[in-house]
């Protein structure tokens, strides 16, 4: 068990003192192996039996349970001098695939792919950079022969949700799991029956919640480098994962040979 990992999942389930804790561990989570409880409280000002009680939330025996498994499961950053910006770079990213691919379930990518043979549209929804994400792997599936179409604008997703169908699958991308417009779309899409899967940072939240099936990425939010933030990485590194498993299927990887000769991309 990760302690790192349940603690993102279950973020949103936190009081607002627990958020506190939450955020200091997860930014500064190589330190909490030689920081006494006393010292942690003082950090984050709060007490010992707050920190305790938040302990038991993630499963764990004690804080010194939870110490020793937040050890265990440190990704180790390279070297890093103080002006070293090739370093500081590389090891936001290290943090954000490692943490990314500790929290892909393989079971879950082979329901997914299911599901997109057994649907006959796709249509992938994403909220502003999400957008983005959204497009770009809409374009992947329609390039393996696969009817997918994606969305940004919040009227235009909402418009397709109101006349979806059973034999529709709506993906949606949402870091937070809260986005107004991505709610509302689901709802649509919900109640016309249509199949929902989500790619998101959280348990507990109404995205999660209505999703057939959902996948955890980590939250670029919680690496704390305030010069770079590209909240899109841990999405789209999941996203090349899929393609990549569609790809073993024989038939999506001739039609995206077939595609990308079409166009000369060899």
Not at 18 to 43: C, G, H, R, T
């Amino acid at each position: 068990m990760n302690p790192l990992i349940s603690i993102q999942k279950k973020y949103l389930t936190f009081s607002k003192n627990e958020k506190v804790i939450a955020d200091f561990i997860l930014q500064n989570s190589p330190d909490i192996n030689n920081m006494k409880i006393s010292e942690l409280a003082s950090k984050t000002n709060t007490s010992n039996a707050t920190i305790t009680r938040f302990v038991h939330k993630l499963g764990c025996a004690s804080y010194s349970d939870m110490k020793i498994n937040i050890g265990k499961h440190l990704i180790h950053a390279t070297s890093k001098n103080e002006n070293n910006i090739l370093n500081e770079v590389f090891n936001f990213y290290q943090t954000v695939i490692k943490n990314t691919q500790q929290m892909i379930d393989e079971s879950s990518i082979k329901k997914f792919i299911n599901l997109l043979k057994q649907q006959k549209n796709i249509i992938i929804i994403g909220a502003s950079s999400s957008g983005t994400s959204a497009q770009t792997f809409a374009l992947r599936l329609m390039r393996m022969g696969l009817n997918a179409q994606s969305f940004a604008d919040p009227y235009w997703m909402q418009m397709r949700a109101s006349i979806a169908c059973s034999q529709d699958l709506f993906l949606a991308i949402s870091n937070s799991g809260v986005t107004d417009s991505i709610v509302k779309t689901l709802n649509f899409a919900q109640e016309n029956q249509a199949k929902i899967v989500s790619i998101t940072s959280y348990l507990a939240n109404p995205v999660a919640k209505m999703s057939d099936l959902t996948f955890h990425v980590y939250n670029p939010r919680f690496a704390n480098n305030e010069k770079f933030i590209n909240s899109q990485f841990s999405n789209m590194y999941l996203i090349d994962v899929l393609t990549s498993y569609l790809q073993e299927d024989n038939c999506f990887n001739q039609t995206m040979k077939t595609t990308r000769n079409s166009i000369g991309d060899k």
